[in-house]
């Protein structure tokens, strides 16, 4: 692990400094101070969260040590810059989460050593600090002057350590951008339907600084094996070899495009584009302009075979919305059964309850046992009804379904109120998520119009007619099951009734196929399903044990209140194990450890009070003056982590007035409006030798509260304890907020006299 602040990570930073000379180029480190709060993550155009306080009197403040290159073309306004970053989390080596882009990166630049001759300036950005907060990337674009020559940006992510490097953000207007990415992309991977839900979360990467700043640009990752992600099995040995050449090659092909590309003559900013991917590496992309067009024409080709169908009689309308009530029902059943079915496996599975990012090491072999089950329950339906159901009018209703859905997606529908306080349904209004639904619903469209014009030339279906589905179904299966199985990736299995409601909906258009395995072989389909379903969650148990390669996650971290002189373990687990029991018990009380952590977290930790251990310094508080001007105190502190700690929180009484804080003579606070305070200062990576604070306030009096967090447990192991067993490892941190740390907690009080 190499986070920022540590000796690992200033060891990564000389060797990529190195290996970057050895090349034949000249590094450039940015090293600099950069402050962000919670609004500086805000994406363009989103709001801050609703009930969200105080927002500027959180401050993020980091040390940051960027690694640029600069290859020089033609062109220096119309920069391309590639960026990836070197620094990793707390309890991960970070070989997929960000060095196989590093790794990348620096076989891109041997390589370009050679090919020379490019319209356009490169420029390359190892960054630091985005785990703790894209400091990295906002340093870049605030303090920089190569800055404001980018024009295209291009970031490489990952959140596991396996699949398809997938682009999954664009910037706005991004016309331009996916006709060259289609075009000349490395086997491209891509969505607009996964930019559309990744722009309505929370998540954020580089990327996010990067838009921000008004640069266009692309953002890469792969996201297989999230379980490997942000814990120490994101290593050399489990990063798939496979990712990291597609994205290598990715980097490379999409770079040097751009960097050959002349952008004086080309409009960076064009319609928004819908795009996905097509066999042999293809990928279709329209403007979005067309989807309106397009959802008017899907909906009149449905109305023309549904009337065509009634006066041939082989469809009924009032059958038809029978069904697609009847869809609906079986949908929410699935949903249902399928919810307390993963509810049940993980009471049952008390090893799961372990997994340190909410997911399991098995959790592609789960999402086969609930797309057979979703078969199954969706084939015994159909067999109970097999006898008077017709199943174009199955399929009718099921596309009733997804015609509401394009509706959706492709028209801009308000929000709408549903009658007696039944609630809302929001506005879904979502144009590259449309053809999701369209491309399937065109393919089942062509299917209905086939049976519709056969007629009734026999009630039972040959080799023909099943060769003939199959092959107009192809779209509807190669577009929805990689879908499907993204949404899982990127969701877990604890929104799988979510992931259900599609399995459903695409089940419903292929009721044909359902038809022709239920009749020909009765109820032999649906039980042979159901007992694939049984079978598989067997094989599912005997799979969950922990192992060397599919480790058990736990927590433990020590935290030393200096104030009230006591001292506590604490785990951020529900209980303890082999592992955490020589430091607390299941039995223990309980503590939200308020006084430690930076958050407010609702998670009550395990605690037992442990020995205040005489060899862990204070952080050292130095007043270096103390003066006083126009009625406000200005106070410079100087404050040194006596133990390197790699982290450090100072929090404020609302009571000292804070109006305005520099950090090295920088600015990092103003006080907005009377009502805002300081409420804390996020310090990370504190040099060696420490810092000088000054502080501006109206009060004669300042307090501050310093928590000091260093990772690793040397300062406190001993030989009494037993080390983590093979198969076990360190939750990452998301999961305990804090974890194998040692936290310190100390308050200071001075009493300004403005001298």
Request: hydrophobic share 45%; net charge neutral; aromatic share 12%.
């Amino acid at each position: 692990p190499h986070p920022i602040g540590s000796k690992e990570h200033d060891r990564v930073r000389d060797y990529i400094v190195n290996r970057i000379k050895e090349l034949g180029y000249e590094a450039e480190i940015q090293k600099t101070m950069v402050s962000a709060t919670p609004t500086s993550y805000l994406k363009k155009g989103e709001k801050p969260k609703k009930g969200a306080k105080n927002s500027e009197g959180k401050v993020k403040v980091g040390y940051v040590e960027n690694i640029l290159v600069r290859i020089e073309g033609k062109n220096h306004d119309n920069a391309i810059l590639v960026s990836g970053h070197y620094d990793s989390v707390t309890g991960a080596a970070g070989a997929g989460d960000d060095g196989a882009a590093v790794a990348s990166m620096l076989e891109i630049l041997r390589i370009f050593k050679i090919e020379k001759e490019f319209e356009n300036d490169i420029i390359f950005l190892f960054d630091d600090g985005e785990e703790m907060g894209l400091l990295g990337a906002k340093a870049f674009v605030d303090y920089h002057p190569w800055a404001k020559d980018v024009a295209i940006a291009l970031n490489f992510e990952a959140r596991g350590a396996t699949g398809n490097s997938l682009m999954f953000e664009t910037s706005p207007q991004n016309g331009w951008l996916i006709q060259e990415f289609a075009e000349f992309g490395e086997s491209p991977r891509t969505s607009s339907a996964i930019y559309e839900v990744y722009k309505r979360m929370p998540n954020n990467t580089n990327f996010t600084i990067f838009q921000n700043a008004g640069m266009k640009g692309l953002s890469f990752g792969f996201i297989g094996k999230h379980t490997h992600y942000h814990t120490e099995l994101d290593n050399v040995e489990n990063l798939d070899r496979r990712s990291l050449q597609h994205q290598g090659n990715s980097i490379l092909k999409i770079t040097k495009h751009f960097a050959k590309t002349d952008l004086t003559k080309v409009e960076l900013e064009q319609e928004d584009h819908v795009f996905f991917n097509i066999p042999n590496d293809g990928v279709i992309h329209y403007q979005t302009k067309w989807v309106r067009f397009i959802a008017i024409a899907t909906i009149g080709v449905f109305v023309l075979l549904m009337i065509l169908g009634s006066i041939g009689r082989m469809v009924n309308v009032l059958m038809m919305l029978v069904y697609w009530m009847g869809i609906g029902l079986v949908t929410a059943l699935t949903m249902g059964i399928s919810h307390y079915l993963w509810k049940a496996i993980m009471f049952t599975h008390p090893t799961y309850k372990w997994m340190a990012n909410g997911d399991v090491y098995n959790s592609d072999l789960y999402m086969i046992v609930f797309a057979v089950l979703g078969m199954a329950i969706f084939s015994t339906c159909y067999k109970f009804i097999q006898k008077q159901a017709n199943h174009l009018n199955i399929m009718g209703g099921a596309m009733l379904w997804w015609l509401i859905l394009i509706v959706f997606t492709s028209f801009e529908i308000p929000l709408i109120k549903l009658p007696f306080g039944a609630g809302t349904i929001p506005e879904l209004h979502v144009p590259g998520a449309s053809y999701l639904f369209v491309v399937p619903m065109l393919s089942a469209l062509v299917i209905w119009a086939y049976f519709i014009l056969r007629g009734r030339k026999s009630k039972r279906y040959t080799f023909l007619d099943a060769a003939i589905v199959g092959a107009l179904a192809f779209p509807i299966i190669y577009l929805m099951i990689p879908i499907i199985y993204l949404l899982e990736l990127a969701l877990t299995l604890r929104s799988i009734a979510l992931v259900m409601l599609f399995v459903v909906l695409t089940l419903g258009l292929l009721t044909p196929f359902i038809k022709m395995l239920v009749d020909g072989f009765k109820w032999a389909f649906p039980s042979l399903m159901l007992l694939s379903t049984s079978v598989l969650l067997i094989y599912g148990s005997f799979t969950s044990p922990f192992s060397i390669s599919k480790k058990k996650a736990n927590s433990i971290l020590y935290a030393l209140d200096y104030d009230k002189n006591e001292a506590l373990w604490a785990s951020g687990d529900k209980e303890s194990d082999e592992f955490t029991e020589q430091f607390v018990s299941t039995s223990s009380e309980t503590d939200s450890l308020k006084q430690f952590l930076l958050k407010k977290s609702k998670r009550a930790y395990l605690t037992k009070k442990a020995d205040t251990l005489a060899n862990i310094p204070a952080p050292k508080v130095e007043l270096l003056s103390d003066s006083l001007a126009e009625n406000k105190y200005f106070t410079k502190i100087k404050i040194t982590s006596q133990r390197e700690a790699e982290r450090m929180y100072l929090h404020f009484a609302d009571s000292n007035h804070i109006e305005q804080v520099y950090l090295s003579d920088s600015l990092i606070y103003t006080q907005v409006s009377d009502s805002s305070s300081l409420e804390h200062l996020d310090i990370i990576g504190l040099p060696k030798d420490g810092d000088i604070f000054t502080f501006v306030n109206t009060d004669a009096k300042l307090d501050l509260r310093i928590v000091e967090i260093k990772y690793g447990m040397d300062e406190v192991w001993s030989e009494q304890f037993t080390k983590r067993k093979p198969y076990m490892m360190a939750s990452p941190v998301k999961r305990a907020m804090m974890n194998d740390a040692v936290l310190t907690n100390k308050s200071f009080s001075f009493e300004l006299k403005g001298e």
